[in-house]
């Protein structure tokens, strides 16, 4: 058997595998979440040549959720600079869930861009301009790392705007701790649009391959972000991708990841691959449990593991 036929086979022999586990539960606290079919179940993997390898529901649309922090990280590290966005910004794991307050004691910076108060401010610190709205530019970088032009499902961002008086306050609290050159108030809503953006599992993992790929989308050929920008997101989701199960995640699986509540998660192997998983049953964590499963079983098999 080809390497090809091999990755093939791995996907699909993964698929029938965790295909009929029923662990898990769907995110409701966004109540548009709920109604996600919990059946879905797609893998995806991109290689530097930009083949596509895949098995089950990989055109299934779902919002991508936290799966946007690393991209928008890229872009505003890209945009304004690794020094900067880090004077407010941390890049320590926080140890805690996604929507912890994990500001740093004194200087109230998030912990890092992947917990959702510095994924507010990452989303602050992308420039808002009248003719290149802070929008618009997050919307473009997505669909560049996609390699097609992405949009927004509506009522999945109503539904996130109705609800999301946590982030709201996690932005407040950001913007008492001290003087920001931006205003993660009016962010917020931005954010809440940028996690309703409609991709696939093939998209993700397009978008995992372009970081895995020096910033360059190995489909398209698109330069997205500098070869620096790529490798210093991948630290970051090395690191804290996962949330407080990061190290776990870095000791089993070995690959930068990042997860997201409708149940996208993405992993890069640097200068190999993309991968991603979509399906919505997800455990305590909001990492999707079949998603886990099968990149913990991928890596396994191939040797993933970067260490
Ligand atoms: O901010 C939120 O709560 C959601 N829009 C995204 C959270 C998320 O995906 C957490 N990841 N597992």
Known sequence: MNAADAVTDALCELHTRFAGLRDGRLADYIPQL?????????????????????AGDVEV????QSVS????????????????VGRWVGAEPSGEAFNAISLEPGTGRPAN???????????????DTRH???????LDYLSRFAGRQLDVDE????SEALTGDRNRALAYLIRSAGPLPVDPVAAVETYFRQCAVRVTALDLATMAATLANGGVNPVTGDAVVPEPVAAHVLAVMATCGMYDASGDWLLRV?????????????????????????SPLLNPAGTSVRGHLALGALSERFGLHLM
């Open 132 to 138: 290149a709205p802070r929008f618009d530019r997050i």
């Open 155 to 158: 009522q999945v961002y109503a």
């Open 61 to 64: 649309p779902f919002t991508v």
């Open 34 to 54: 709920a109604l996600a079919d919990p059946d879905a179940f797609g893998l995806a993997l991109i290689s530097m040549d930009g083949h596509r390898y895949s």
């Open 113 to 127: 861009a992947m917990v959702n108060a510095g994924a507010i401010l990452t989303t602050a610190l992308v420039p």
């Open 69 to 84: 922090k690393p991209f928008v990280y890229a872009l505003s590290l890209s945009v304004v600079g690794l020094d900067e």
């Open 254 to 278: 070995g690959l930068p990841a990042k997860s997201g509540v409708s149940g996208g998660l993405i992993a890069a192997g640097p200068a190999r691959f993309g991968l991603a998983t979509y």
